[in-house]
């Protein structure tokens, strides 16, 4: 799952770039809000977390002028700013959480994944289709209830493809979601992943469209 961090802290942007990247997010990490209101122009994220006292736009700037544009990304505020006005002020700015620093980073994760379930109007934290099973918290896949092992970016690839059932997802959105800013793409990695998965869950689950991209099978 790909999500932008907007942080202007060295030592804390580095550390939770690191961390939800562990927790299994495609973390793009960003120090300014100019930058971050540029980038939320033409790239698609998952969800965004967002500090507020950023240099060259602060994070209510950042906020203001995407729910302007009509982008309903979700965004995680998150910052030292810890008064009640500072809160409300955030969310009635367009924010969809409000955490102070310092943090729980498995709370923060948990945050993010509540908010792209909502997001995506799935009210269970389990996806489910056509007895394929994926626990993004436990980082746990099941075919017909028997475990599935798959490696991170298998594991990422199939959640996007299961939140998005029975839609086209363009080879595009799947390397983003598997790679960041600062790593190379490999030009077949797609291919071999859709490869294993198909391998792993039945051949017959993901479907190509040749030149528009992959479709995960929805039931009748």
């Known amino acids: 799952m790909r999500i932008l961090l907007v942080e202007d802290d060295e030592l804390l942007g580095d550390g939770l770039q690191a961390g939800l990247r562990h927790c299994g997010f495609q973390a793009d990490w960003l120090r300014d809000g100019e930058s971050a209101r540029i980038a939320l122009q033409s790239e698609d994220y998952a969800a965004v977390v967002l500090d507020l006292g950023l240099p060259r736009l602060d994070g209510l700037g950042v906020l203001r002028a995407l729910r302007g544009a009509g982008n309903a990304t979700p965004v995680l505020v998150l910052t030292a700013r810890d008064t009640t006005p500072d809160k409300v002020l955030g969310l009635d700015s367009g924010a969809d959480d409000y955490l102070v620093k310092p943090i729980d980073l498995d709370e923060l994760a948990a945050r993010l994944r509540a908010l792209v379930r909502r997001a995506g109007g799935q009210a269970a934290p389990i996806l489910s289709v056509g007895g394929i099973e994926l626990d993004p918290a436990g980082r746990r896949a099941y075919r017909d209830g028997t475990a599935v092992e798959l490696p991170a970016k298998e594991f ?65």
């Open 156 to 220: 990422a690839i199939l959640e996007l493809l299961l939140r998005n059932a029975g839609k086209v997802i363009s080879r595009g959105q799947l390397e983003a979601a598997l790679y960041g800013w600062d790593e190379g793409v490999e030009s077949n990695a797609v291919e071999v992943y859709i490869h294993h998965l198909r391998r792993k869950l039945g051949a017959e689950r993901i479907r190509t469209l040749r030149g528009i991209g992959y479709l995960f099978e929805k039931p009748a």
